[in-house]
Structures are given as C-alpha cells and as structure tokens.
C-alpha cells in the first residue's frame, strides 16, 4: 500500500517536473504587427468558411486562398507561422487577440458586439408569476 503510494507520488512529480521547462519561441525579427495579425486571422476565418461553403467551386478553379493572404499583407508562410507562434506562445495575449478576431467577424456577420458577453443577464420565469 505504501509502495503503491509512493509510486503514484513519485510518477506525479515527475509528470509535473518535466512540464516546467518549456520554452518560449524567440521575437522574430520580421514579427507582424499585433493589429495586422488581427486582420490575417480575420481574413483566415472568413476564408476557411467559404472554403467549407464552396469546397468543390474553389478546388475546381484552383483557389489559393492562403495564396491571396500572404500577397494582401505582403507575408510569407514562414513569417506568419512564426508570428503565430510567438503570439500563441502567451495564452492570455493570444485569446485577446482571438476576441477581437471575434468581434471583427461578429462585424462583418453584421451582428450586434457586446463589450463581455457575461454581462448579458438571463432572466429566468418569475416564481411571482407562476400558476403554481
């Protein structure tokens, strides 16, 4: 029972140890402007759906569509996915920048934004105006 114990501890420590030491990509020295980025992942979305809503028109008429992105924002793919990682690299920046990607679709959809989706208030039957 004891060995059962100190087995499951010691393979936890490990587990949590070995975890520790992860490394953050370096700056590129070409990084894209956080705001840019922003509209490249925009551009990104929007053009994953229309590759899901016309799949078989863009594959017949040879669509590149990440082709037409890295020319529209004068990148290439290496630039981007380091960009993409460096940001990615810090969880908390990364959904920020994901929230305003969200709210520039929200835009284009023609949706309403909301500031925090939390404050939206939910009101649930009145217990007053039950027959009950």
Known sequence: ??????????????????????????????????????????DTYVSNAARNQSFQKI????????????QKYDIDSLQFAKSNAYYSSNMEDYIKILKEVEQEIMVLKGDSVEEEPSSKTTKDSD???SDI
Request: net charge negative; hydrophobic share 40%; aromatic share 8%.
């Open 1 to 42: 029972m004891i060995m059962r114990r100190l087995l499951t501890i010691f393979t936890l420590s490990f587990i949590l140890l070995s975890c520790q030491d992860i490394e953050r990509p370096e700056k590129p020295d070409n990084l894209i402007d956080r705001d840019i980025m922003v509209n490249i992942l925009v």
């Open 59 to 70: 594959q017949d008429e040879n669509v590149r569509l990440e082709k037409y992105i890295y």
């Open 127 to 129: 217990p007053e105006d």
